[in-house]
């Protein structure tokens, strides 16, 4: 135990220790995914109080080093860096890591994945990089601008998957994006991936933290009833599983391997020739 443990409130001491168990099986996870693990194991009660004692509790441990800082991400607040290098060597071995050949014209369809939570964003990118599937972060609704770049690269046998909070605003978002696109002339399948009233009753998940008012929510509550429910409540493993499922389900992978051996073969050809190059 760090210093400060041994007086500290045993219910806080819980908390903590069943959060460090949690981010040692699944991380890194964002503040408000470790929170919604912590609730579905009764450890804290579904609370905006909650939320913020929870996020005291976990800066407490990470500065006594009782969890490690890395196992707690914040997508929001990341340094923009400028990309340097130690040399040319070193450029060699970065542009060699980087090389990607294009899968998507041997795939019969090209798949997106959009994402209503930015702060879910590096669980997205980790899953998805094998399959190079480009991941767009709307933060809500998307803007104009988003709708016509997606319009100029879709087309009608395209497909776009869906992942965002069950709420009036969630379920509707889909319908706006289908309907913004179709606009400006691309159909491509829109498909909400996540989360899903089948999700909140077969996890039992929590319900959000705020229930602010949305013009709505008549709708909603009328087929649903009166509950709303986060996207970061799905449990890690599921939400991992859920995205790679919804791809491989819409990808030739036969077609995928094909492209992957060629790619590594590329990789140590152009490895080969940069370090010619830097030697």
């Known amino acids: 135990m760090g210093a400060g443990s041994v007086s500290r409130h045993h219910k806080t001491q819980a908390l903590i220790e069943t959060a460090a168990a949690i981010l040692a099986e699944h991380h890194p996870m964002t503040l408000r995914q470790v929170f919604y693990r912590l609730v579905s194991r009764q450890v804290i009660e579904n ?3 909650a939320y913020q004692a929870c996020s005291k509790a976990l800066v407490a441990a990470r500065r006594e080093g009782l969890i490690p800082w890395e196992r707690i991400e914040d997508r929001l607040r990341q340094p923009r860096q400028v990309a340097m ?18 899968i998507w014209a041997e795939q019969p369809m090209r798949l ?47 497909a776009i998957l869906y992942f965002g909070d069950f709420d009036p605003s969630g379920e ?31 996890y039992a998940l929590p319900p959000d933290l705020t229930k602010a008012g949305d013009t709505r929510s008549k709708a909603f509550v009328a087929r649903y009833g009166d509950i709303a429910v986060e996207l970061d409540a ?16 819409r990808m030739d992978l036969a ?15 152009l490895a080969e020739a940069l370090a010619e190059l830097g030697s």
């Open 172 to 202: 509707d978002m889909v319908r706006s994006l289908r309907e913004r696109l179709a606009s400006l002339g691309a159909r491509p399948a829109l498909v909400k991936c996540a989360l899903t009233f089948d999700d909140v009753q077969r």
């Open 112 to 158: 997106e994945i959009w994402l209503e939570k930015d702060a879910l964003s590096g669980i997205f990118a980790d899953a998805l990089a094998p399959y190079g599937v480009t991941l767009n972060v709307g933060r809500g609704f998307d803007g104009w601008s988003s709708i016509h770049d997606a319009a100029g690269r879709l087309g009608d046998d395209d």
């Open 85 to 102: 290098w130690d040399g040319l060597g070193h450029f060699a071995d970065t542009a060699a890591a980087a090389y990607r050949r294009n």
């Open 234 to 249: 799905l449990p890690l493993d599921v939400l991992r599983d859920r995205i790679i499922a919804e791809i491989e389900n």
């Open 255 to 269: 077609a995928l391997d094909r492209v992957r051996r060629r790619e590594r073969a590329e990789r140590r050809q």
């Open 47 to 49: 609370s905006r109080g």
